[in-house]
């Protein structure tokens, strides 16, 4: 890869015909057509938040470096920008008029109500570009390896940039395009950040089964995402179709996954409704996440739900009880070695060689306090757990 270092290109000369598109949220083009600035491998513009966009034009004022950026040498001879989208962004937005910055007297101006010598620094700063030529799997290799300023890229932006092609482009326009108006109902399962390619990162997971690179380089060049979106679609299906309430707990789970181990099985959703409501209103359920799985797996894995467990002071006081008792009666203090026949019959456990048990389980109605409770030796207890 041969890189050619280039520092006469002003901000004026990018912003000329720079083209934002709000709808998509990506810089398009600048440099009177020759520069591409947001190629499909790079991520959406995310700098749009009133303090990195203006970051950037308090830099370029104060006469602060903006860092180097790196074009790519395309072969019809024009440009992309391979690191450095984010800040041209930024200046090309708001030399455009789409943002104001505020001023030492604390008051908004946009760029053409900045004062003209201010305007003129802006416009006459000069970039530190880095122009690559290189074949395209030596750029991708390399741009994977950069470290962009400011935001690194997460694991799916730098997957989309590995696999970019036709695939890429129509799951972005699906999956990280804000504007869906299907983001609000998926929103209730998945959780994370649709510009940031969390949406279809779980889209990719779920119908990859997690082998997401594996599925995006045998895709990379189909021009269509139909068996992406149809099991993504039927997931959520599924899901709501099972679940009619949403609750906040459900957001993140892996509703793939449960998805084809449950998905076979019938539900009625009225019982499932019912049992939700009991359990999310249970003082003894710690974890309302696992409440899904749970119902799902038809309500035996009770370890999913962290019922809430036997406190110290409850520990101490039925180990003291259940110790004196057994000394005055020469026998075990763990009730069920006192059952049995072999050496621990008469043993005495210490306290630390013991654990609490519901004598009635949580699932059968025990409650969790002293009443419910019995000590046991690790071993009895595991046992008993087991079952
Ligand atoms: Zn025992």
């Given at each position: 890869?041969?890189?050619?270092?280039?520092?006469?290109?002003?901000?004026?000369?990018?912003?000329?015909?720079?083209?934002?598109?709000?709808?998509?949220?990506?810089?398009?083009?600048?440099?009177?057509?020759?520069?591409?600035?947001?190629?499909?491998?790079?991520?959406?513009?995310?700098?749009?938040?009133?303090?990195?966009?203006?970051?950037?034009?308090?830099?370029?004022?104060?006469?602060?470096?903006?860092?180097?950026?790196?074009?790519?040498?395309?072969?019809?001879?024009?440009?992309?920008?391979?690191?450095?989208?984010?800040?041209?962004?930024?200046?090309?937005?708001?030399?455009?008029?789409?943002?104001?910055?505020?001023?030492?007297?604390?008051?908004?101006?946009?760029?053409?109500?900045?004062?003209?010598?201010?305007?003129?620094?802006?416009?006459?700063?000069?970039?530190?570009?880095?122009?690559?030529?290189?074949?395209?799997?030596?750029?991708?290799?390399?741009?994977?390896?950069?470290?962009?300023?400011?935001?690194?890229?997460?694991?799916?932006?730098?997957?989309?940039?590995?696999?970019?092609?036709?695939?890429?482009?129509?799951?972005?326009?699906?999956?990280?395009?804000?504007?869906?108006?299907?983001?609000?109902?998926?929103?209730?399962?998945?959780?994370g950040n649709v510009i940031r390619q969390d949406?279809?990162?779980?889209?990719?997971?779920?119908?990859?089964?997690?082998?997401?690179?594996?599925?995006?380089?045998?895709?990379?060049?189909?021009?269509?995402?139909?068996?992406?979106?149809?099991?993504?679609?039927?997931?959520?299906?599924?899901?709501?179709?099972?679940?009619?309430?949403?609750?906040?707990?459900?957001?993140?789970?892996?509703?793939?996954?449960?998805?084809?181990?449950?998905?076979?099985?019938?539900?009625?959703?009225?019982?499932?409704?019912?049992?939700?409501?009991?359990?999310?209103?249970?003082?003894?359920?710690?974890?309302?996440?696992?409440?899904?799985?749970?119902?799902?797996?038809?309500?035996?894995?009770?370890?999913?739900?962290?019922?809430?467990?036997?406190?110290?002071?409850?520990?101490?006081?039925?180990?003291?009880?259940?110790?004196?008792?057994?000394?005055?009666?020469?026998?075990?203090?763990?009730?069920?070695?006192?059952?049995?026949?072999?050496?621990?019959?008469?043993?005495?456990?210490?306290?630390?060689?013991?654990?609490?048990?519901?004598?009635?389980?949580?699932?059968?109605?025990?409650?969790?306090?002293?009443?419910?409770?019995?000590?046991?030796?690790?071993?009895?207890?595991?046992?008993?757990?087991?079952?």
């Amino acid at each position: 890869m041969i890189t050619t270092l280039v520092t006469d290109i002003t901000i004026e000369d990018i912003c000329k015909g720079f083209v934002y598109n709000e709808y998509e949220g990506k810089g398009l083009f600048g440099l009177s057509g020759k520069l591409t600035i947001q190629p499909e491998y790079q991520r959406n513009y995310i700098y749009a938040d009133g303090k990195k966009d203006v970051a950037v034009i308090d830099s370029i004022l104060k006469g602060y470096p903006l860092g180097l950026i790196y074009f790519n040498t395309t072969p019809d001879g024009n440009y992309e920008v391979l690191d450095g989208q984010q800040r041209i962004t930024s200046f090309g937005r708001y030399v455009t008029g789409k943002f104001a910055i505020t001023d030492t007297n604390g008051i908004p101006r946009y760029f053409s109500g900045l004062a003209e010598d201010l305007q003129k620094k802006i416009m006459e700063t000069k970039l530190t570009i880095y122009i690559c030529d290189g074949s395209e799997s030596e750029i991708k290799e390399w741009f994977k390896t950069i470290n962009i300023v400011g935001v690194p890229l997460n694991e799916q932006e730098l997957s989309n940039a590995i696999h970019s092609g036709p695939f890429v482009t129509k799951a972005k326009e699906e999956f990280s395009n804000s504007q869906n108006a299907n983001i609000q109902k998926w929103s209730a399962y998945i959780s994370g950040n649709v510009i940031r390619q969390d949406y279809l990162h779980t889209a990719l997971d779920w119908v990859s089964k997690g082998n997401i690179d594996n599925y995006m380089s045998r895709h990379r060049h189909d021009d269509n995402i139909t068996e992406l979106k149809a099991y993504f679609n039927s997931v959520i299906d599924w899901v709501s179709s099972v679940f009619r309430d949403v609750e906040s707990e459900m957001k993140g789970l892996p509703w793939g996954e449960f998805y084809e181990t449950y998905h076979a099985k019938a539900y009625d959703p009225q019982t499932v409704s019912d049992k939700l409501k009991e359990l999310y209103s249970d003082f003894y359920v710690k974890n309302k996440k696992g409440v899904y799985e749970y119902i799902l797996g038809g309500c035996i894995d009770t370890k999913l739900l962290d019922i809430r467990i036997f406190d110290d002071p409850t520990k101490k006081t039925v180990y003291t009880r259940q110790t004196e008792e057994a000394r005055n009666n020469n026998h075990s203090n763990c009730p069920l070695c006192a059952l049995g026949n072999d050496n621990n019959k008469n043993r005495i456990w210490k306290l630390t060689e013991m654990d609490a048990d519901h004598v009635t389980a949580w699932s059968n109605g025990g409650a969790t306090d002293i009443t419910n409770c019995q000590m046991l030796c690790k071993t009895h207890n595991r046992a008993k757990g087991n079952k």
